[in-house]
């Protein structure tokens, strides 16, 4: 049976380059696109589908066929601080939905994305292993360390094939991320091509995991694809490319903008990022599936560069 893929949140930053991913492997209309906002031409077929709104959603997945779900809907960490309640109902609910339909409809495998939010002061901070304390400071990673033992349940009662990546930063060209801590990283290039300055909203000295999207999207395919005995972390896998600080990512940029300049301007994400490791081993991965990256910062800041600087031209 051919597979029938649904893929919610589907309009975020990496929904829509997973989607065109997808529909390369699979076919263009195999792959359905659902979110609550406006979907644009490029991310069609699409339907409009509120995560909380289980009916609609096991109706959808009756009607479509659906064999594997990849779950992308939630609030992200600096945005969901202004709305806890909300960013819980929306990130965790929504994922027991799928989990409970996943267990009465066989759906054949589900993606849960979680997060480097997931660690907190208790855990290690440099080279963070697979598996430490747990104890996030942001409702975001609440929902998200949640999330992954409800994922390693469903699989231990239920056999529900879930998979999950704890992504670092994600840096993107295909769209302006929202609510994230680790923003800055795709919004430096914009100011700095477009305006030739940067204000940024952490210190210049905070390193972070970052990833870019091409390994991001890679990674969560090729952990989809594995097969079933290779996976071996039900909760969530540590996953990792390279760590930088603001002031490293300028120092790239100002290579190809060499009189660009930034001004340091820590927010309430400053207290976010100093809780969360700014490093990432992820050696489980890499040994049970094979992950392997292929973008160090170099590659990632001319390619970003090539990319955003048309925009402005």
Not at 70 to 86: Q, V
Not at 177 to 195: Q, S
């Amino acid at each position: 049976m051919a597979e029938k893929i649904l893929v919610t949140g589907a309009n975020g930053q990496i929904g829509t380059v997973l989607c065109a991913e997808l529909r390369k492997i699979y076919g263009k209309d195999q792959v359905l696109a659902s979110d609550i906002k406006r979907a644009s031409e490029k991310n069609e077929p699409y339907i409009f589908l509120d995560i909380l709104n289980e009916q609609r959603l096991r109706e959808v997945i009756d009607d479509h066929g659906i064999t594997q779900v990849y779950h992308l809907a939630a609030i992200l960490s600096a945005n969901g601080e202004w709305n806890p309640m909300k960013t819980w109902n929306i990130n965790l609910n929504g994922l027991l939905s799928i989990l409970n339909l996943a267990k009465e409809h066989h759906i054949k495998k589900i993606f849960f994305p979680s997060t480097i939010a997931v660690f907190g002061n208790t855990t290690p901070k440099v080279n963070t292993a697979q598996h430490v304390p747990l104890l996030p400071e942001t409702v975001y990673g609440i929902s998200k360390v949640s999330g992954e033992m409800w994922c390693n349940y469903y699989y231990n009662r239920y056999g529900v094939d879930v998979r999950s990546l704890r992504y670092p930063g994600i840096i993107s060209h295909q769209s302006i991320p929202a609510g994230g801590t680790t923003d800055y990283a795709v919004e430096i290039f914009h100011g700095i091509i477009k305006d030739n300055d940067y204000e940024c909203f952490l210190d210049a000295d905070t390193a972070l995991p970052m990833m870019y999207i091409p390994d991001a999207i890679r990674a969560t395919i090729e952990l989809m694809e594995a097969p079933k005995e290779h996976i071996k972390v039900r909760t969530s896998y540590n996953l990792s490319a390279m760590s930088f600080t603001p002031a490293e990512i300028f120092e790239e940029i100002q290579k190809e903008y060499p009189d660009a300049t930034i001004k340091y301007e820590p927010d309430f994400r400053q207290a976010i990022a100093e809780a969360w490791s700014s490093s990432i081993d992820d050696s489980e991965a890499r040994n049970d599936w094979d992950w392997k990256h292929e973008y160090d910062l170099k590659a990632l800041a001319e390619d970003m560069i090539r990319h955003i600087k048309p925009m402005y031209e």
